[in-house]
């Protein structure tokens, strides 16, 4: 039990480190750019929001928060059809001067439930209804980040091999009509373009920007690698992590962490919490003896 405890604050740790260095350095990018202080000063108090969010869902969440966490994703991404639209793209709640990005907020704590509760049909029915309601809003981004990390959960399930196939073919299937959806948007060079602006900055600023986002999409990994009897539990997490940074290369979709954007920035401490969770509740090897 203890080397459970001690390797969900590790991930707590890992993951704290890496990210509040890679949300740090995005602000300096931003600060050296010109941006106004009142637009990048939000990540780092995001950041803050987040790990306290963070430490409260690694306490005191258990399997059935994960399964009501799971279904309120799908309920606010559904919610966020019924908001204003900006060239006809559906992302984000208003709440006053903050615009909600719903699925970057809500998916990386809906991938780690879907994970830790993959044995239930109804948990895979709201996995199918998120992915359908991403390719509605559109966001190909997400669709893309969160099939991924769905296909990876579905081939690693307690499931017959058709529904394994046929989780997958659906996954892939969405994932590939989500591309070609029109997307609209225009990129902004502090939210979407960061790293071509750290470029234009000094490559120096670009490259330290790719090696530290992609670490901290990483860190679940080795952070969830643990005495705990579920060996990497923490890779469907990494893999929407590095969807949702790989896909930025693809289109106009916002670079979580270093961008500015506090949606990502909460969401993936959400996730991460949940999956300390998830580490906590789990029975040690020695348990077994």
Not at 29 to 54: E, H
Not at 71 to 95: D, F, M
Not at 152 to 176: D, M
Request: net charge positive; hydrophobic share 60%.
């Amino acid at each position: 039990m203890v080397t459970v405890l001690r390797s969900s604050h590790r991930l707590l740790l890992v993951y704290g480190a890496l990210s509040l260095a890679t949300v740090g350095l995005g602000c300096l990018i931003c600060a050296l750019a010109g941006v106004p202080t009142g637009s990048w000063v939000r990540n780092l108090i995001a950041w803050g929001v987040g790990l306290t969010a963070a430490w409260g869902i690694a306490t005191l969440a258990g399997k059935r928060t994960a399964t009501v966490l799971l279904g309120l994703a799908a309920l606010l991404v559904a919610a966020s059809l019924l908001g204003p639209a900006q060239q006809g793209v559906h992302r984000w709640l208003v709440l006053g001067p903050l615009h909600i990005n719903l699925a970057l907020l809500m998916l990386p704590m809906a991938v780690v439930a879907l994970g830790w509760t993959r044995e239930r049909a109804s948990s895979w029915g709201l996995a199918l209804v998120l992915l359908g309601l991403l390719v509605l809003q559109p966001d190909a981004s997400q669709t893309t980040a969160f099939a991924g990390a769905m296909a990876l959960i579905a081939l690693r399930a307690p499931l017959s091999t058709p529904v394994r196939v046929g989780l997958v073919t659906v996954a892939a299937g969405l994932t590939a009509f989500s591309w070609l959806r029109p997307d609209p948007l225009a990129p902004v060079p502090e939210v979407e373009e960061i790293v071509a602006l750290a470029w234009g900055i000094t490559p120096v600023l670009a490259v330290a920007a790719v090696v530290l986002i992609l670490a901290t999409a990483l860190a679940p990994m080795p952070g969830a690698r643990s005495g705990a009897r579920l060996p990497g539990m923490g890779l469907p997490l990494s893999v929407y992590f590095l969807l949702t940074v790989g896909t930025t290369l693809f289109g106009a979709f916002p670079m979580p962490l270093l961008g500015i954007g506090m949606s990502p920035i909460v969401g993936f401490w959400l996730g991460v919490g949940l999956l300390a969770a998830q580490i906590r509740c789990a029975p040690s090897p020695a348990s077994d003896s």
